[in-house]
Structures are given as C-alpha cells and as structure tokens.
C-alpha cells in the first residue's frame, strides 16, 4: 500500500521552530518531487515548498522563503520541512504530497493536482 505519513507538528509560540516529516511506505520518495501543502480554517489549500527528484531543486512560496528548507534523506525515505521563525498566519494542516506521475524530473511544481498521493496532514498551531 503506497503511503505518506506527516509528523512533527504541535503548539509552538510565535517566533518559535518546527520540523516537518513526512515518511514514505510502499514506494521510493526519492524518485519523485514532492510538496508540502498546507491548509489553513477557512481557506484554501496552497502550495509551501516542494523539492525535486534528480537534483533537489526547490520552490517555496513568497510567505515563507527564509523562514522555511525543505530537504530529503533518501536513506530514511523521507522529506523534511524545517520551520523556523513561525508566525499565527503558519497557523494550519500540512501535508505533504508526492508527484508520481511525473517520474523523476529535475524541477517540481506548486500545483496541486500534479501530486497524486497524499498523506493525512499534521496540525501547527502558532500561538501565545
């Protein structure tokens, strides 16, 4: 069964530190770009970073470049997303998604529907 698992949210006070993993089973993360999503009450899912396969290249959207670095360890099969200096507006469920479909590439995307898995999501709250 093909399947991703996120960890490493919680509470964390504003200014604070976190570091997203998202863990792969049934299949080679390091084959495929993938993306880290988030979704915050009320809104629409959008695009945080992603990182590709061939060379990790990586995207990160304006809100969070410089706060946030996405890497890989293909030992451990799996994506890391380090966040620091968060704010209440980091506040939501991350994902992280993987872009099978496009095989091994050396770009990935912030388009959600070019990902095809998905895992369950993790919750940050950022909070005083």
């Known amino acids: 069964q093909l399947q991703l698992v996120e960890s490493g949210g919680g509470l964390v006070q504003p200014g604070g530190s976190l570091r997203l993993s998202c863990a792969a089973s049934g299949f080679s993360l390091d084959y495929y770009a993938i993306g880290w999503f988030r979704q915050a009450p009320g809104k629409e899912r959008e695009a945080v970073s992603c990182?590709?396969?061939?060379?990790?290249?990586?995207y990160y959207a304006d809100s969070v470049k410089g706060r946030f670095t996405i890497s890989r360890d293909n030992a451990k099969n799996a994506v890391y997303l380090q966040m620091n200096s968060l704010k209440p507006t980091d506040t939501a469920v991350y994902y992280c998604?993987?872009?099978?479909?496009?095989?091994?590439?050396?770009?990935?995307?912030?388009?959600?529907?070019?990902?095809?898995?998905w895992g369950q999501g993790t919750q940050v709250t950022v909070s005083s």
């Open positions: 998604a993987a872009d099978r479909g496009s095989g091994t590439t050396d770009y990935c995307v912030p388009w959600q529907y070019e990902y095809d898995t």
């Open positions: 990182i590709s396969s061939l060379d990790d290249s990586t």
